[in-house]
């Protein structure tokens, strides 16, 4: 592999929090030993193709501000494999053990499935060369199924079922690239998979449709070999007025209802909790509890914007809360941390987008560190225990084991009166939590 797109970029590595390096990580030691892990397997970064190798900061009112090098030739195919270049490079720089990509990212499309087929599989084959001389990986592929301008009334939901078929025929081809590479994961994220309006829609046919559409794609990855984790990625509108996927809890109740909680897990991404009126934490915590917590997208959505701005992770509250969840779940794998991530506009340097991901890095392993230190040296889970003690013994254990009637309810409050009232301490919550921040 060459190495022309990033010259003046040496391997970035950790030197501490004393170091003026800006090309240096303060905080991501891939090998220190955090609990029963390295800092690399709790974390398991993964890099995203679409926002840092094809996104050149264009947005709906001007062009991009980001000139690629590796953009520079008139035919498309030439550009894919120029763009995979710069993506190896970059990934083995910045020390990402993993990349994620849509299909669409890698290769462009054709003037027919079956050139667009050839035209992936073409590009897979160098990729996979690529990862046997890195030793990166693929955290998951996923298909554009959103871009096209077939895809205007949805992919799998589309009232017409020719565009279904097409839909389809992207998602084998990259389930096979997916399988190809050895991704661990496979995401779907159904940005036009809602309504654009509810009057012309028939709802119920349309989540059959996607459901139906599930469970086709789960069968035929099974059938290639796929073993991975079948990943939704909730967010409620935009592209769409209303996204069927609309927040964590929603595609819980969906992946049972279509009888997918087996074989599909959840990929949260904090922009999108935001988007969905939630934090980062509530969409996590949520996918956890219902066993469901499968990768992240790792990002920042910004509260005075009511759209996906995914910025780079810098809020260190959100990334100790989401570490917390992580941890006490038993880490993330086969899952990780995607950086589903953009600079801004005005960061128009090829040396910002290393800046961004080493800030983003060093923001999650500071949230790791933080994380399990509360977790294993401060009394943050008994205090929240304790809150539930009643619970735990007595009658409140009888309730939690369906021994009791609602007529037993009645009586015990009767007979007890009034209760006390007990302060919930979120303030005291919230002072641990600072404490920890070193």
């Known amino acids: 592999m060459s190495t022309t797109f990033f010259p003046n970029i040496n391997p970035i590595q950790y030197e501490g929090t004393d170091t003026d390096n800006i090309f240096a990580f303060r905080y991501y030691d891939e090998n220190r030993q955090i609990g029963d892990k390295t800092m690399k397997e709790h974390l398991r970064f993964a890099i995203a193709y679409w926002h840092s190798f094809c996104n050149e900061n264009a947005d709906p009112f001007g062009a991009g501000t980001r000139d690629f090098p590796w953009h520079k030739h008139s035919n498309p195919m030439d550009n894919a494999k120029s763009r995979l270049e710069a993506a190896f490079e970059f990934f083995t720089k910045i020390n990402a053990p993993y990349y994620c990509f849509h299909d669409r990212d890698i290769a462009p499309e054709g003037s027919s499935v079956s050139e667009s087929e050839k035209n992936l599989q073409e590009i897979v084959s160098l990729a996979k060369e690529h990862q046997q001389s890195t030793g990166v990986k693929l955290l998951w592929g996923t298909a554009n199924l959103f871009s096209h301008p077939r895809y205007m009334n949805g992919a799998s939901t589309n009232p017409d079922f020719a565009v279904l078929c097409h839909g389809g025929a992207q998602v084998k081809a990259a389930l096979d690239a997916t399988v190809e590479l050895g991704g661990e994961n496979y995401v779907f994220w159904g940005g036009r998979e809602g309504y654009a309006a509810l009057i012309n829609t028939n709802m119920k046919r349309e989540l059959d449709h996607l459901g139906q559409f599930l469970r086709m794609a789960r069968d035929y990855g099974r059938k290639i070999g796929f073993k991975g984790n079948y990943l939704i990625e909730p967010k409620?509108?935009?592209?769409?007025?209303?996204?069927y996927d609309f927040d964590s809890a929603t595609v819980v109740g969906f992946l049972h209802q279509q009888g997918l909680a087996d074989d599909f897990k959840i990929n949260v991404e904090q922009n999108h909790a935001i988007l969905a009126g939630h934090t980062f934490a509530h969409d996590l915590q949520t996918a956890s509890d219902a066993g469901m917590l499968g990768s992240v997208d790792a990002n920042l959505g910004d509260n005075q914007n009511g759209w996906d701005t995914d910025y780079?992770?810098?809020?260190?509250?959100?990334?100790?809360?989401?570490m917390m969840v992580i941890l006490q779940q038993g880490g993330i794998a086969p899952g990780g941390l995607n950086f589903d991530a953009k600079v801004r506009r005005t960061s128009s340097d090829l040396e910002d987008l290393f800046i961004a991901h080493i800030v983003g890095m060093d923001?999650?392993?500071?949230?790791l560190l933080i994380a399990h230190d509360i977790l294993e040296n401060s009394n943050f889970l008994t205090m929240k225990q304790e809150r539930y003690a009643s619970y735990d013994s007595g009658k409140g254990s009888e309730?939690?084991?369906?021994?009791l009637g609602l007529?037993?309810?009645?009586?015990?409050a009767a007979e007890a009166g009034e209760p006390q009232r007990r302060s919930g301490k979120i303030e005291l919550?919230?002072?641990?939590?600072?404490?920890y921040i070193k």
């Not at 780079?312 to 990334?319: A, G, H, N, Q, R």
């Not at 007529?407 to 015990?412: C, K, P």
């Open 363 to 367: 923001t999650f392993a500071r949230g």
């Open 399 to 403: 309730f939690e084991q369906g021994s």
């Open 407 to 412: 007529e037993d309810l009645r009586d015990l």
């Open 236 to 243: 409620p509108a935009e592209p769409s007025k209303h996204q």
């Open 429 to 435: 919550f919230e002072m641990l939590i600072n404490n």
């Open 312 to 322: 780079f992770p810098t809020d260190l509250y959100d990334c100790i809360h989401a």
